[in-house]
């Protein structure tokens, strides 16, 4: 009997332990850098050949309003990281700032509830970290890094970073009664390509869909085919990670979640907070547990990316985390509206890039706040005397260079053209208001017509509440230190302004009394 005791003792604990490992899924998160929503077959392309992105919204979840809150990589990234709204996250609301070690990440978290972690490629970056610049070092908020396999990329703007065998290496190391969680950032579609990339492979660019605030010109076309050949790479390694998935039986208790930082790095879309450069693609997949097929009009943005991983995987949501699980919108059986009350989300900005010069700051923001409902999209631009693009003697930093941007700075003399050029380059007014579904490319500016006046001040109105709630310091008179929040590449800012004395931490910790982590 007493033999028969601990046989069945032993029994019920393997049971439990089963259950517990089949209520952990694994967790895979994949993040192009830089690739438009409307650049996936599923979203509409139809010159973009995305075949595992969409064999994965088919057999799950395809989100059609999810937004990144900040339209620039490290801000981006520090939302999906932390769970907060941009400007909660003090010098991570900026572009490659010292990112500061107070926040927890959620990869970490995760890691000590019994995770083993780990990322490839791009994690949270540009920036500096702890002291230490985040260039493919362990040291990164996503994770512990997997590096060293090496690919030979077709074209020479392609990374030579095997993020796919990487991953495959790290399913090696899992171990195994824990689940996994794993960070696949891929460097593309980021510039620069090669140029005419697609000659080469001899691409059909008929199809492309030029957006209405560019010239139907054939450098362009040719710029927008070079950049899908990279979200095709991006879309290869989707493929072979489903692929690594499936050879190790984990497949099926994976919860993938795939999704892209921003639009693409072309004028007006990254680092603007327009339709196309916060409007991102979102679409997640876990077999038998997703219902697959569906497609949600829920609004999501990047800080409920973190307290719906944790939810997922049964760990209590830290307080610091002020974005919502999206749980409930992952595993319903329904399409469309989940929840009527995520009806909106909001959106905003401060410096993401280098080239706007106040007195004695070299470094300032150009701070925005916007928000976007079903039908609206309102913008205030909080200080709309600055350039938003960058200034032009510097060469509007904050637009990647490219044959796209060459084309359109020179229409600024063109008297037929020029609007073009006010469209990506010009100062812009203290409001904007689009109607999305008529102007998705926003624009026609409605904002100065009377029939709108009342939908925009009620917008305004909601905007200003929601950022007062969360205590946003641009609402409540606080956001100059924004302004003044340092840049991590100093010697880059002392030869664009020659001045070799330029010390921005040192400006920085005098005005505010704050220290910076510098190594």
Same mark, same amino acid.
């Given at each position: 009997?007493?033999?028969?005791?601990?046989?069945?003792?032993?029994?019920? +604990?393997?049971?439990i332990?089963s259950?517990?490992?089949?209520?952990?899924? &694994?967790?895979?998160?994949?993040?192009a850098?830089d690739?438009?929503?409307?650049?996936?077959?599923?979203?509409?392309?139809?010159?973009?050949k995305t075949?595992s992105?969409?064999?994965?919204a088919?057999?799950?979840? /395809?989100?059609?309003?999810?937004?990144?809150n900040?339209?620039?990589?490290?801000?981006?990234r520090?939302?999906?990281?932390?769970?907060r709204?941009?400007?909660?996250l003090?010098?991570?609301?900026?572009?490659?700032?010292?990112?500061?070690?107070?926040?927890?990440y959620?990869?970490?978290?995760?890691?000590?509830?019994?995770?083993?972690i780990?990322?490839?490629?791009?994690?949270?970056?540009?920036?500096? +970290?702890?002291?230490?610049?985040?260039?493919?070092?362990?040291? &990164?908020?996503?994770?512990h890094?997997?590096?060293g396999?090496?690919i030979?990329?077709?074209f020479?703007?392609i990374?030579k970073k095997?993020?796919?065998?990487n991953f495959?290496?790290?399913l090696?190391?899992?171990?195994?009664?824990k689940?996994?969680?794993?960070w696949l950032?891929t460097?593309?579609?980021?510039r620069?390509?090669e140029k =005419?990339?697609?000659k080469?492979?001899?691409?059909?660019?008929s199809?492309?869909?030029?957006?209405k605030?560019?010239?139907?010109?054939?450098?362009?076309?040719?710029?927008?085919a070079?950049y899908e050949?990279?979200?095709?790479w991006f879309?290869?390694h989707?493929?072979?990670?489903?692929?690594?998935?499936k050879?190790?039986n984990? +497949?099926?208790?994976?919860?993938i979640?795939v999704?892209?930082?921003?639009?693409?790095?072309f004028?007006?879309?990254?680092?603007?907070?327009?339709?196309?450069?916060?409007?991102?693609?979102?679409?997640?997949?876990?077999?038998d547990?997703?219902?697959?097929?569906?497609?949600?009009s829920?609004?999501?943005?990047?800080?409920?990316?973190?307290?719906?991983?944790?939810?997922i995987?049964?760990?209590?949501i830290?307080?610091?985390m002020?974005?919502?699980?999206?749980?409930?919108?992952?595993?319903?059986g329904? !399409?469309?509206?989940?929840d009527v009350?995520?009806?909106f989300?909001l959106?905003?900005? #401060?410096r993401?890039d280098?080239?706007?010069v106040?007195?004695d700051?070299?470094?300032v923001a150009y701070?925005?706040?916007?928000?976007r409902?079903? #039908?609206?999209?309102?913008i205030?631009?909080?200080?709309s005397s600055?350039?938003?693009?960058? =200034?032009?003697e510097?060469?509007?930093?904050?637009?990647?260079?490219?044959?796209?941007k060459?084309?359109i700075?020179?229409?600024?003399?063109?008297?037929?053209?020029?609007?073009?050029?006010?469209?990506?380059?010009?100062? /812009?007014?203290?409001?904007?208001?689009y109607?999305?579904?008529?102007?998705?490319?926003?624009i026609? =500016?409605?904002? !100065?017509n009377?029939?709108?006046k009342?939908?925009?001040?009620?917008?305004?109105t909601?905007?200003?509440? !929601?950022?007062?709630?969360q205590?946003?310091?641009?609402?409540?008179?606080?956001g #100059?230190?924004?302004?003044?929040?340092p840049?991590?590449?100093?010697?880059?800012?002392?030869?664009?302004? &020659?001045?070799p004395d330029?010390?921005?931490?040192?400006?920085?910790?005098e005005k505010?009394?704050?220290?910076?982590?510098?190594?």
């Amino acid at each position: 009997m007493v033999y028969r005791y601990y046989i069945i003792t032993s029994l019920f +604990f393997i049971y439990i332990i089963s259950c517990n490992k089949v209520d952990k899924p &694994n967790i895979l998160f994949i993040i192009a850098d830089d690739a438009s929503k409307n650049s996936f077959g599923v979203y509409g392309s139809i010159s973009c050949k995305t075949p595992s992105f969409d064999f994965l919204a088919n057999q799950g979840v /395809r989100f059609t309003n999810a937004y990144n809150n900040n339209p620039k990589c490290s801000p981006a990234r520090a939302a999906i990281l932390t769970g907060r709204y941009s400007w909660q996250l003090e010098e991570a609301a900026n572009h490659r700032p010292y990112l500061s070690d107070k926040w927890k990440y959620y990869p970490f978290i995760l890691e000590e509830a019994g995770y083993f972690i780990g990322y490839t490629g791009k994690g949270w970056g540009p920036g500096v +970290f702890k002291g230490i610049d985040i260039s493919d070092t362990d040291l &990164n908020p996503a994770g512990h890094i997997f590096k060293g396999e090496k690919i030979n990329p077709p074209f020479s703007g392609i990374s030579k970073k095997n993020y796919s065998a990487n991953f495959r290496n790290f399913l090696k190391q899992v171990p195994k009664d824990k689940p996994f969680c794993f960070w696949l950032g891929t460097h593309e579609p980021h510039r620069t390509y090669e140029k =005419n990339s697609w000659k080469k492979e001899k691409r059909d660019t008929s199809k492309i869909k030029v957006p209405k605030f560019y010239p139907n010109h054939h450098k362009i076309i040719g710029d927008i085919a070079d950049y899908e050949i990279e979200v095709e790479w991006f879309d290869k390694h989707i493929g072979e990670a489903i692929k690594y998935l499936k050879e190790n039986n984990l +497949f099926d208790n994976t919860l993938i979640i795939v999704t892209s930082d921003h639009g693409m790095p072309f004028p007006r879309v990254k680092g603007q907070i327009y339709e196309e450069g916060f409007s991102v693609p979102l679409i997640a997949f876990w077999k038998d547990r997703i219902k697959k097929g569906r497609i949600v009009s829920d609004f999501i943005t990047f800080p409920d990316i973190a307290p719906t991983i944790l939810e997922i995987a049964g760990i209590q949501i830290i307080n610091q985390m002020t974005g919502e699980s999206f749980k409930k919108q992952l595993l319903s059986g329904d !399409n469309g509206r989940i929840d009527v009350e995520r009806d909106f989300t909001l959106l905003g900005k #401060e410096r993401h890039d280098i080239g706007r010069v106040e007195g004695d700051n070299y470094s300032v923001a150009y701070p925005v706040r916007a928000i976007r409902t079903d #039908e609206y999209l309102y913008i205030r631009n909080l200080i709309s005397s600055r350039w938003p693009a960058g =200034n032009p003697e510097y060469g509007f930093l904050n637009c990647d260079n490219s044959p796209t941007k060459n084309l359109i700075v020179g229409l600024k003399n063109d008297k037929i053209l020029r609007d073009y050029y006010e469209m990506s380059f010009g100062k /812009r007014p203290v409001e904007e208001l689009y109607k999305i579904y008529d102007d998705p490319d926003c624009i026609n =500016n409605l904002s !100065n017509n009377f029939t709108y006046k009342k939908i925009k001040d009620s917008l305004w109105t909601k905007l200003k509440q !929601n950022l007062t709630d969360q205590g946003d310091p641009r609402i409540l008179g606080k956001g #100059e230190i924004f302004d003044y929040y340092p840049y991590s590449r100093i010697p880059r800012q002392q030869k664009l302004y &020659n001045k070799p004395d330029y010390n921005p931490i040192k400006i920085f910790e005098e005005k505010f009394n704050k220290k910076i982590n510098v190594k």
